[in-house]
């Protein structure tokens, strides 16, 4: 059974940091891009950012560039992202995902594996 567990959120200050950290099992994944995104109340499922099957392309949403890093450690089959600089618009609950493809991505449809999820919450 392919599973995507998902740990690292909290609640946190405006300003503060938190480490999301995505584990997988049931198959490997380490030529699949994984991606991180992202759903508030009320809000439709964002994107958040990616990262290639190899592990040398990242990408990311606008919204959280310059704050947020994605990284992957393919041996341990996990895919992180550290969220540096948090505002209360960061809060929501978040999934990572991983899809067929090699290519970092940011449409949902394309992913095929999703977390449960683990809620971030941000504080003003």
């Known amino acids: 059974q392919v599973q995507l567990v998902e740990s690292g959120g909290g609640l946190v200050q405006a300003g503060g940091s938190l480490r999301l950290s995505c584990a997988a099992s049931?198959?490997?994944?380490?030529?699949?891009?994984l991606g991180w995104f992202r759903q508030a109340p009320g809000k439709e499922l964002e994107y958040v950012a990616s990262?290639?099957?190899?592990?040398?392309?990242?990408d990311y949403a606008d919204s959280v560039k310059g704050r947020f890093t994605i990284s992957r450690d393919n041996a341990k089959e996990t895919v992180d992202l550290q969220m540096n600089n948090l505002k209360p618009e960061d809060t929501a609950l978040y999934y990572c995902?991983?899809?067929?493809?090699?290519?970092?991505?940011?449409?949902?449809?394309?992913?095929?594996?999703w977390g449960q999820g683990t809620q971030v919450t941000v504080s003003s």
């Open positions: 049931g198959r490997t994944f380490r030529r699949n891009a």
């Open positions: 990262i290639n099957g190899g592990g040398g392309m990242t």
């Open positions: 995902a991983a899809r067929a493809g090699y290519s970092t991505g940011g449409a949902s449809g394309t992913y095929d594996y």
